[in-house]
């Protein structure tokens, strides 16, 4: 594609539109005119002619995989070969995603002389996690006189994995490790007995009679008592609800604030680095309608990177969730007694009772923890206590109904074995942390 530049704009307005009005002005100056016109149209031309084939061996190549986190500048890497090895002048546009911002529209590039490879960084910030895909490249070069502007699209193949920021929610974390947990100087001590078998050993007086070993008391002739310790590896499992009510902003009102379900997703991501932190085995499950992803717990870098590859990518959908083929699911795969963590909601009665329903399926064998996002205005009757007119009685009432379905909700759990927990936006991470730290401490699990 070739288009006229900035440059042959101004000649023309510079040289053409007087010479083809002077004429009129000065009769005898008719030959140097037509002259004058022909001789810039022929160095016009000439420049055409002369400037074909200036993007001729040059190659523009993207990564294959740029990872970038959510709001944090990120680097998109651009590799020139200049087949010529020659200096030149380029220009470099790529149409970036929606999602993305960049203070640079376009970029001109110096390529070196005796150079065939050049590298180039394109700065760039992401505004939403997913995954994006990079198709095209726009080049363009001058012609040699700079009258015309040579233009051309290269296919190019690149994705971007844009992942969840989670700076705020580690720093929140880093008060909650300094005097609590496993961790550091401050460590509580641990509540209950363990329950890992460890050895066997000669009967105590004071042992408890249900931890004898009969088997091995009867083939030895005296009594024989089980030691148990502390469990050190369990497996943890964050369970994500993503159907139509994780679509929801967090914060009522301000549609520009982050989904409930964008603070699930990072809720779960830190809780799998504490859980890791914790020498646990972390997995992960996602549903809708049905069963998105599973993800079997176990450690380690890499399986922390196949957790935060399944969840990148995770959208909500305009779905109710499934908790028959969840908890049938969960109840088939998982054999071995595992804390399973949901965030979910179960705002409406349809859903909840679908949930209370099925919670038996899994409560018996494995410990659940039910998180819910704290519906915005469920509270007490007058707790807030600005009340001024009839329409602010109105919602206390409202809010008052919610709450006292909340209520029912968690006393109906908690009678199957499941513990219920209203979580605020601002401090998600930190009550799932501290849930799965108080387990680990008292040993419940």
Known sequence: MIAPSSKLLTRVAVVLLPFSLLPAIA????????????????????????????????????????????????????????QGKKTLQLRIGIPLP???????????????DNEEFSRVEWPCRPLERGHFLLDSCHLERLSPLGFWCFREMQPVSSEIRVYPNLMSERRNLAALFLNRGLLGL????????????????????????????????????????????????????????ASRLSARPSVPGEEDSDTILERYIASALVLGLVAERQGDLFGLLTFSERVNRFVRAKSGKSHYDSCRDALYTLRARTVNPDFDELCSFIRLRLRRRALIVFLTNLEDPVLSESFARNADLISRQHLVLVNMFHPPGAAPLFETGDVEKLDDLYRELAGHIQWQDIRQLERLLEKKGVRFHLLDNDLMCVQLVTQYINVKRRQIL
Not at 45 to 68: H, K, N, P, Y
Not at 224 to 240: A, G
Request: glycine fraction near 6%; charged fraction near 30%.
């Open 27 to 82: 009769p005898a100056s008719l030959t140097l005119s037509i002259a004058a016109i022909v001789l810039f149209a022929s160095l016009a031309l000439l420049d055409v002619f002369f400037g074909l084939g200036r993007l001729s061996g040059i190659q523009i190549r993207l990564a294959e995989t740029t990872r970038m986190t959510r709001d944090k500048e990120g680097i998109l890497e651009v590799h020139i070969q200049n």
């Open 98 to 112: 929606q999602a993305f911002e960049s203070d640079q529209e376009d970029m001109w590039v110096r390529l070196p």
């Open 186 to 241: 401050h460590a509580h001590r641990q509540v209950g007995q363990g329950r890992e078998f460890e050895k066997l050993r000669e009967y105590l007086p004071g042992d408890n009679f249900d931890d004898i070993h009969w088997k091995a008391t009867a083939k030895r002739g005296r009594p024989i008592t089980k030691e148990f310790q502390i469990e050190k590896t369990q497996e943890v499992y964050v369970v994500v609800d």
